[in-house]
Structures are given as C-alpha cells and as structure tokens.
C-alpha cells in the first residue's frame, strides 16, 4: 500500500511568487491534515479537511494560504504572494478514524 | 492549553550506549502520545504510540516508552542505540475528541558518536 506522498520535495522561489505544494493521501482516508514546520520552531498544525471539506483550518497563518481538496482526494496548499517567513517544511497526513495519522516526507519550501 | 515539552534540543551518546529521551506534557483528558522520528531527508515516521493500557509501550526499531501519569511524562528509550539512530525525535500528543490535531514538541537531535 502506498504511503501519504508529497510533491515537491524541494521547492526554492522568489518572495512575491506563488508556490502550489501537493499532498495525495493514503488511498480510503478521508481525514487529511497540513502541517508545517518553520526553521527552529516545533511543527504546527494548519489545517484538517474531512472529504472535500475543511473541518479545522484553525492554524493557517493567514489569507496568503489557500488550501483545496476538491473531490476529497488530493489535495493542494497554495502560497500566494509567498514570503520570507513561509520557508520550513510543509508536511501532509492522513488518517481513517482510528485517529492514527500517517505522515508524508514533507515539501521543503525555500523563499529567498 | 494543551502543550508538549521536549527539555533537550541535542543528545549526544555514544553507540551502544543507552538512551533516554524526555518528554513532558499538558493535555487536560488522558491523552493519545505518540513519538516520531525524522532522519535526514526522510518524512515523519510513528516509533510508536499511547493509547490506552500498559504504560510501557513497545514500538519499532528497538525503542519502547513508558506512559507516567502522575509525571505527565512519556519518555522515549533504547537499551543500545545504532548510528542509523541519529535523527530528530518528536513527542506529540492528541487528537481529541472534536479537534484532531496533534500536538508536537520542539524535536530533539539525537548524534551518535562512534
């Protein structure tokens, strides 16, 4: 069974461009959650969406964020305009409702 | 508000040695704990879990930890540590009931020295 995969793994753009990271779950887990790790800091959560929908987007930083799940499979984190502080490691996962949830390899976002 | 401490950003040990990373916790119901390993380049992967039960956990590659609630602590430990063990450890807690988010700490490193 594939795991929760991400794409890129390495993004570096200019601060002012615009960044679309991919997370495709485990196949049959409608729980998808967007996690990110910013440089020195502990990961945070950002947002949960179950099927198509957001549950909790609690922890998005703020509108430059836009997160989709259209058809509740994969789903995408857009950054638009991004800036220097967006830089960490962006991580994806999924779970069932066993509330386990399996992690992907993370999208290494660089804005310089 | 629900928090997981980790007081040790770097551990080094030798290999062979043992090792014991701390853990400590906030969390206002008995808590889901969980830690996880990142080695370099590679994503988040479960060592292992508290649900529920024996307090001493089990998990993967040799690593087994100890739920104490009246410590509020969830330490990590390994009689003898590998070099492929150097990587970043993270404790984490939850998801609840209504809010599955989870909670990490700050990581701690752990080097190996040969």
């Known amino acids: 069974e594939a795991g929760v995969t991400q794409f890129p793994s390495h993004s570096v753009i200019e601060k002012g461009q615009t960044v679309t990271l991919r997370c495709d779950p485990i196949s049959g887990h409608d729980n998808l959650y967007w996690y990110r790790r910013v440089m020195g800091k502990e990961i945070k959560f950002l947002l949960h969406?179950?099927?198509?929908?957001?549950?909790?987007e609690s922890g998005m930083p703020n509108n430059r964020f836009l997160a989709e799940r259209t058809g509740g499979t994969y789903s995408t984190l857009k950054v638009q305009p991004a800036e220097l502080e967006d830089s960490g490691v962006y991580f994806c996962?999924?779970?069932?409702?066993?509330?386990?949830?399996?992690f992907g390899p993370g999208t290494r976002l660089t804005v310089t | 508000a629900q928090s997981v401490t980790q007081p040790d950003i770097h551990i080094t040990v030798s290999e062979g040695a043992s090792l014991e990373l701390r853990c400590n916790y906030s969390y206002g119901a008995t808590p889901y704990l969980f830690w996880y390993v990142q080695s370099p380049g590679q994503g988040l992967q479960l060592l292992l879990k508290y649900f529920s039960g024996d307090t001493l956990v089990q998990g993967i590659k040799g690593f087994e930890a100890e739920f104490k609630r009246s410590q509020s602590s969830f330490n990590l430990r390994k009689p003898s540590v590998h070099w492929s063990d150097a990587a970043e450890y993270f404790c984490a807690v939850g998801p609840s009931l209504g809010d599955d988010k989870i909670i990490f700490g700050k990581g701690t490193r752990l080097h190996i020295l040969p």
């Open positions: 969406f179950v099927k198509e929908s957001k549950q909790d």
């Open positions: 996962a999924s779970s069932q409702e066993n509330r386990e949830q399996y």
